[in-house]
């Protein structure tokens, strides 16, 4: 089996020796090529067969130039998988790299002993995200998705929902809203369906009539109202 062919591309030149070196130790894989910054790696993808792109987030300065040649080569060159080896572990920088870049894996440079079982698991079509990009990564789905229902409840669904926390009727909460009792029901199961569009397998979701409680209980799970 031929061995696995990986390119190097960081700016700092010891770091960069340190990883040559380290990976050439590895009789699996085979260091292509190494370059400094974005208009050395893209003359290099022309000219060399790359598998596995290790690629720095900062190739000039702070100017997250690897993350704007991740999203450039993932158009161009949509097979090359890419592992971004950065010493950033800001959440945002890794979410926009895995969704916008589309990279294959984050790992920080602190855990660079942990590349050759990446690329092995990446080129196999095994990869898994490295644990020190993992967990930021999942808080910031976790977030957006949290933000996204919020946005999507009216302000009036919100007081409906803030009312019936507090234990009031529907007839009690129209009256403070100044609305039928009808109304209030159709907004309850407007906010049913927006939740059941989110979470179609939850089974109190496939009732035809909305459930006050589970309602509530699903409110508060999900932190609508904070």
């Known amino acids: 089996m031929p061995p696995i062919q990986v390119f190097v591309c960081d700016d700092d030149p010891l770091f960069r020796e340190l990883i040559v070196d380290y990976l050439s130790r590895e009789p699996d894989l085979f260091v292509s090529g190494a370059a400094a910054n974005k208009h050395q790696l893209l003359k290099a993808v022309e000219e060399i067969d790359i598998d596995i792109l290790l690629l ?5 300065g702070s100017n997250y130039d690897g993350l704007e040649v991740a999203i450039e080569l993932q158009s161009s060159e949509p097979d090359l998988k890419i592992i971004v080896l950065s010493s950033l572990d800001e959440e945002v920088v890794m979410t926009h790299a895995i969704t916008y870049g589309r990279v294959s894996n984050y790992i920080t440079k602190e855990h660079y002993r942990d590349i050759p079982d990446s690329i092995r698991g990446i080129a196999a079509g095994k990869g898994n995200l490295h644990h020190s990009s993992a967990g930021k990564f999942m808080r910031r789905v976790s977030s957006s998705y949290e933000e996204e229902l919020k ?27 100044f609305y039928n009792e009808q109304s209030v029901n159709n907004e309850l199961c407007k906010i049913t369906k927006l939740i ?31």
């Open 56 to 60: 720095d987030i900062n190739l000039t």
């Open 151 to 177: 946005r999507k409840l009216t302000s009036l669904q919100k007081e409906i929902l803030r009312y019936l926390q507090q234990g009031k009727s529907t007839a009690e909460i129209a009256e403070l809203l």
């Open 196 to 226: 059941k569009g989110k979470f179609p397998y939850l089974e109190w979701l496939r009732l035809k009539k909305h459930n006050r409680q589970q309602l509530l209980e699903m409110t508060t799970q999900l932190r609508l109202l904070d």
